[in-house]
C-alpha cells in the first residue's frame, strides 16, 4: 500500500465549478498534512497547511480526518489557472508525496 | 529575489558518464534537499543535509553521491547514470527539518537529466 494515495484524475471541470479531492495516508503517526500545486514540467509550491480543525484560503479549503487518515482539498469558483497537479503531501520525518491528482479547466 | 537556483535546466548525458547538477539557495535555509521525480510519480527523496549533516535515504542508490561545500551550495553527482535514471531532479530548502509551515520547502525549478 502506498504511503500516500490519491485519485489520479484527470479531473475536467468548467469554469466556476466546485471541484473535491480526497487523499488517504497509512503512518497514523503522521504529524503534519499539506497540499501542494505542481504545474506541468515546473517545481511543486505549497498551496496550504492542512489543520485538524479545517482551513480556508480564498477559493481553497481544507480538512483533515486524523481517526480516517484522510486529507482533502475543495476549490470553488474554479479558475482556468487552477488547473495543475494536486499534490497531497504527508510529514512522517520528511516530506512523503502522493502522485498528484490532475486537474483541467476549461472555458 | 531570494531563490532556489538549480544549473543546468536540461542535461543530456550518455550511460555510464559522469554527471553534477548543482543547486544553489539565496535563503540561508539550513537543510537543502535532493529528489528524484519520474514522469506521473511523485517526488521521492534522495538524501538531505542539515547544515554539514549527510541524511541518506535507505533506498537511495549507491550511484548517488551528494556535496554541501557551503551553506549556499549543494551538489549531486550521479555516477555512472542508467537509462532508468532519466528523470527531472529537484532541490529544495528548509529552514529546519520539522515538518511544519514554519518549515517550508521552496523547490528550484528542477533539472531535467536525459540518458542516451
Known amino acids: 500500500r502506498k504511503e500516500v494515495e490519491q485519485d489520479p484524475g484527470p479531473f475536467n471541470v468548467p469554469e466556476g465549478a466546485t471541484v473535491a479531492f480526497n487523499c488517504t495516508y497509512s503512518?497514523?503517526?503522521?504529524?503534519?498534512f499539506f497540499w501542494y500545486r505542481q504545474d506541468c514540467r515546473k517545481e511543486p509550491k505549497l498551496l496550504m497547511s492542512?489543520?485538524?480543525s479545517g482551513n480556508e484560503d480564498g477559493r481553497f479549503t481544507a480538512q483533515l480526518n486524523r481517526a480516517s487518515q484522510y486529507i482533502s482539498l475543495l476549490i470553488r469558483d474554479s479558475k482556468l489557472s487552477d488547473s495543475a497537479t494536486y499534490l497531497c503531501v504527508v510529514w512522517g520525518g520528511k516530506l512523503i508525496f502522493g502522485t498528484g491528482t490532475r486537474l483541467q479547466v476549461f472555458p | 529575489d531570494a531563490m532556489v537556483i538549480q544549473n543546468p535546466r536540461y542535461q543530456v548525458t550518455q550511460f555510464g558518464k559522469p554527471v553534477t547538477l548543482s543547486c544553489s539557495q539565496t535563503l540561508n535555509h539550513n537543510v537543502m534537499y535532493w529528489y528524484q521525480q519520474k514522469s506521473s510519480q511523485a517526488p521521492k527523496l534522495l538524501f538531505h543535509?542539515?547544515?554539514?549533516?549527510?541524511?541518506n535515504e535507505a533506498d537511495t542508490p549507491d550511484n548517488f553521491q551528494s556535496r554541501r561545500p557551503n551553506t549556499s551550495f549543494c551538489f549531486l553527482d550521479i555516477r555512472s547514470p542508467g537509462l532508468g535514471d532519466a528523470a527531472m531532479y529537484l532541490c529544495?530548502?528548509?529552514?529546519?527539518?520539522?515538518?511544519?509551515?514554519?518549515?517550508?520547502?521552496?523547490f528550484g525549478p528542477g533539472t531535467r537529466l536525459t540518458v542516451l
Open positions: 503512518n497514523s503517526a503522521s504529524q503534519s
Open positions: 529544495a530548502t528548509s529552514r529546519d527539518d520539522a515538518g511544519s509551515s514554519y518549515n517550508e520547502q521552496f
Open positions: 492542512v489543520y485538524s
Open positions: 543535509y542539515y547544515d554539514k549533516d549527510f541524511n
